[in-house]
């Protein structure tokens, strides 16, 4: 069945960095777009970064030039590299994809970003 496992969350400080993995298994990989969504505590989710099967990618505004999603099709992983972090940054981050049958979302990965 579908899997996504994020990993690579937790505690840093603004202006620190974080790299978010997410391994997925269950489906073709390489021929599917992923994405990454958060949801900050009382906020709705909402989009942080996507990539296409051709690896073309599209930020929310809030990240461009911060964050940089990228995807390793030979390890079926999509990675999101956080730089320049700021505490508005603090969420749980889900990976996810869309496929013939649905939405597949992980389990989700708390980052906090604090002094």
């Known amino acids: 069945q579908v899997q996504l496992v994020e990993s690579g969350g937790g505690l840093v400080q603004p202006g620190g960095s974080l790299r978010l993995s997410c391994a997925a298994s269950g489906f073709t990989f390489s021929s599917y777009a992923m994405r990454w969504d958060r949801q900050a505590p009382g906020k709705d989710r909402e989009l942080v970064a996507g990539i296409t099967s051709s690896s073309s990618t599209n930020y929310a505004d809030s990240v461009k030039g911060r964050f940089t999603i990228s995807r390793d099709n030979a390890k079926n992983t999509v990675s999101l590299q956080m730089n320049s972090l700021k505490p508005e940054d603090t969420a749980v981050y889900y990976c996810?994809?869309?496929?013939?049958?649905?939405?597949?979302w992980g389990q989700g990965i708390q980052v906090t970003v604090s002094s």
């Open positions: 996810n994809t869309r496929l013939f049958a649905g939405v597949y």
